[in-house]
């Protein structure tokens, strides 16, 4: 199987920056797309940015122009830079992973990483 090791979190006040990763381990051949979701309290887990294994990005209209996804695919990581943070981005954030087994896709999740903006 997949393990999704994060690290980066953290406390932080408005207008700082941090910056998530996230590197697989174990079954971690054929990996594709990797992504940043984040769970706020009492909210819906959400999509923040996603990156395919050929470079197609999405984000989410929140984090626009303030978060940058990347990868590196030799070490079978991705990363979430943010910037300009504000108190609405205060929840876990949790990293997943797409794995292509023949003709299915996989889903493997993080255990998530806090990240906490506040002054």
């Known amino acids: 199987q997949v393990q999704l090791v994060e690290s980066g979190g953290g406390l932080v006040q408005p207008g700082g920056s941090l910056r998530l990763s996230c590197a697989a381990s174990?079954?971690?051949?054929?990996?594709?797309?990797m992504g940043w979701y984040r769970q706020a309290p009492g909210k819906q887990r959400e999509l923040v940015a996603d990156?395919?294994?050929?470079?197609?990005?999405n984000y989410a209209d929140s984090v626009k122009g303030r978060f940058t996804i990347s990868r590196d695919n030799a070490k079978n990581t991705v990363y979430l830079q943010m910037n300009s943070l504000k108190p609405e981005d205060t929840a876990v954030y949790y990293c997943?992973?797409?794995?292509?087994?023949?003709?299915?896709?996989?889903?493997?999740w993080g255990q998530g990483t806090q990240v906490t903006v506040s002054p």
């Open positions: 997943r992973a797409h794995r292509l087994r023949g003709p299915d896709i996989q889903r493997f």
């Open positions: 990156i395919t294994g050929g470079g197609r990005i």
């Open positions: 174990g079954s971690a051949f054929s990996i594709t797309t």
